[in-house]
């Protein structure tokens, strides 16, 4: 009984997967840049090539562009919750200061 139930189980496992994967379409890069294999005219295809590539650099220099600006931002994000963290174990330096030993010892045992 137990066979059939797991049998039907994955069966119903492998028929999902089969229809999830099913409209899943493979394309290289840009899709909107597609050239159509059917175009017959050599000038059209070279200057749609040209086209392409001149795409590609304008978006890698677009991708490096915020790229970098986004190393900046999380090197000053690194940098401030350092800055916070430092803030505020001085001020609990200052807490445990200010109640004396009895709190620093609980503090260790949290």
Not at 31 to 60: A, C, H, M, P, V
Request: with cysteine.
């Amino acid at each position: 009984m137990t066979k059939k139930i797991i049998t039907v189980f994955i069966g119903c496992i492998l028929l999902t997967l089969t229809f999830l994967t099913a409209n899943v379409k493979e394309s290289g890069g840009d899709y909107f840049f597609k050239i159509n294999d059917n175009i017959q005219n050599e000038e059209l295809r070279i200057e749609l090539k040209g086209l392409t590539k001149e795409f590609n650099i304008e978006r890698s220099r677009i991708q490096d562009y915020y790229k970098e600006k986004i190393e900046v931002l999380k090197k000053n994000q690194k940098d401030v919750i350092q800055n916070l963290k430092s803030d505020f174990s001085g001020r609990k330096e200052e807490l445990i200061k200010k109640y004396g030993d009895d709190a620093k010892k609980t503090s260790n045992t949290n």
